[in-house]
């Protein structure tokens, strides 16, 4: 907050680049939370476990099943550290955020970041295992929490290779 010029009372005004990238970050961790379990929700309802419906043969289809590991299967059976983990992370992340960084990419891919490991940590806790189902048939069954995690992270990539670093001089 600032001070307003000529006011003697000490009446503020909010610093514009207080908020920058608030609302992005916001609104992009309730998006990813949103979507995740929205579809969770459909393809629970809709499709059979053990079922596989071909969306492109051969390459997309839908294929639901619980990962009780953490990415590609690790960890299986640790649901409690995974949960323990989750929680240092999205801790990591608000901290993160909450540093004087304004910038609305960084603000996007925390945000989805937070939203993808929230929308894991639900099933973890609500169902002592992740639901995912979207199966690239060369890759692990994964889910749109683990999408907005992958491209969260690919965004913080770009924004640490876009950012200049200040490099000391050299005497």
Known sequence: MHRLPGHSRGDRIADPNQSRGRREFYIAAAGAVV??????????????????????PGLFSITPQQNTGAAFGALAGFGQLLILISLVAIFAIIKLRSERRRSRLLAVALGLILGGAVGNLIDRVAFHAVFDFLD????????????????????????WMAVPRHVPEQQ
């Open 136 to 159: 690239v048939h060369y890759w692990p069954v994964f889910n749109l929490a683990d999408v907005a995690v992958t491209i969260g992270g690919a965004l913080l990539v770009i924004y």
């Open 35 to 56: 979507l995740d379990q929205a579809s969770k929700f459909l393809i629970r309802a809709f499709v059979g476990e053990g079922t596989s419906i071909a969306v492109i």
